[in-house]
């Protein structure tokens, strides 16, 4: 046993052996495409940031607007006094940008997606996970208290074993799954896990985490250039990557809305977001569906697509569809660690993802790309790649 300092010196030495230790840097700057660490800039490949938003006039604008009106904090829970003006507003505009009755702010997307399953489901019911699905979800349909099953990741037959199983346990049954994957930058097949869905009677919650802002003449995502978003019952997201400020949310029906509200506990035990935050994202998600969103798209192709190219004449395989996430897959944690190393003597700043982020062996630099980028960057980046690879 001992006592609680040198239990935690065993765990923290277990953590370490295993390769897998993780610590805090401090960033000195905003997040941008270059960013200062320890005194030093970076070029930085690694943030959600996608279209550049977090550091825009317009959002800093609206929310320096926010805090002279409503002040810093939200004082209370959104149910006691802490529902503001800011944040009815970020939920109207959430609805009307994804053509979804309502919608409903929370804190992160993690919160969001821990208050939708925990109030859906319970006992007695069966929640199916793609096996890459984001821990956000896991974790909340563990809490659920209902039964979860996984399924291959985006393998059609195995959701539909799943499925058959499940629609004989006589409970509610829900399929969870991300349409872009953050790990892997792949998509979901979502017309065929939509029609399998209805084909067995089942729910569909779709975390959009890495699809909003990106995808669609209006950056509404996956779901809704396949024009699949009426039919799926939860759609989840988070405004903390390209919408650029922070926050989750959930949009579907009124009644989905009502429910959450009366029964989401990590929405009704839980302080209300800053005005600020919610002002900020209500910004961001206008300008997505703008000019300026479009164009900020256009850009981040353009990008994505020479990186792309760039990263397979080096001999990595990059995802199908056009993604802003790449993971140059290495194998190994140690090998890993050793090549962000490589790349950040070279001055990019790129994580490697390791277990329990991603599968053991599976170990990977997930770089990502964003609108604020210039070409000189990317061929910077597999200038680096193509010295650091040793493979
Ligand atoms: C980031 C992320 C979340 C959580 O959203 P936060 O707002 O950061 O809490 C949920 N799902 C996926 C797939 C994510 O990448």
Known sequence: ??????????????????????????????????????????????????????????????????????????????????????????????????????????????????????????????????????????????????????????DLGNLEQRLQWAAAQGGRVLVATESLFSMDGDRAPLAGIVELKERYGAWLMLDEAHALGLYGPLGQGLAAIDGLAKRIEIRMGTLGKAVGAAGGFICGSGSLIELLVNKARSFIFSTAPSPAASAAARAGVELIQGGEGESLRAQLWQRVEELRRGVESLGWSAPAGPSSILPLIVGGEAKAMAMMEKLREAGFFIPAIRYPTVARNEARLRVTVSASHTSGDVQGLLDALGQAVTR
């Open 1 to 154: 046993m001992g006592g609680l300092e040198e239990q935690l010196g065993r765990d923290l030495d277990a953590i370490r052996d295993a390769g897998l230790w993780r610590e805090l840097r401090q960033v000195e700057s905003a997040q941008a495409a270059r960013i200062t660490l320890g005194g030093r800039e970076w070029i930085n490949f690694s943030s959600n940031d996608y279209l550049g938003l977090a550091g825009h006039p317009a959002l800093g604008q609206a929310a320096k607007e926010a805090v002279e009106r409503f002040g810093t904090g939200s004082g209370a829970s959104r149910l006691v006094c802490g529902s503001l003006q800011p944040h009815h507003e970020l939920e109207a505009t959430l609805a009307g940008w994804l053509g979804a009755e309502s919608a409903l702010a929370f804190s992160s997307g993690f919160a969001a997606a821990q208050g939708a399953l925990t109030s859906l489901l319970g006992q007695g019911d069966v929640v199916i996970l793609d096996k890459k699905a984001h821990a956000s979800m896991i974790d909340a349909a563990k809490l659920s208290g209902a039964t979860l099953r996984v399924f291959r990741h985006n």
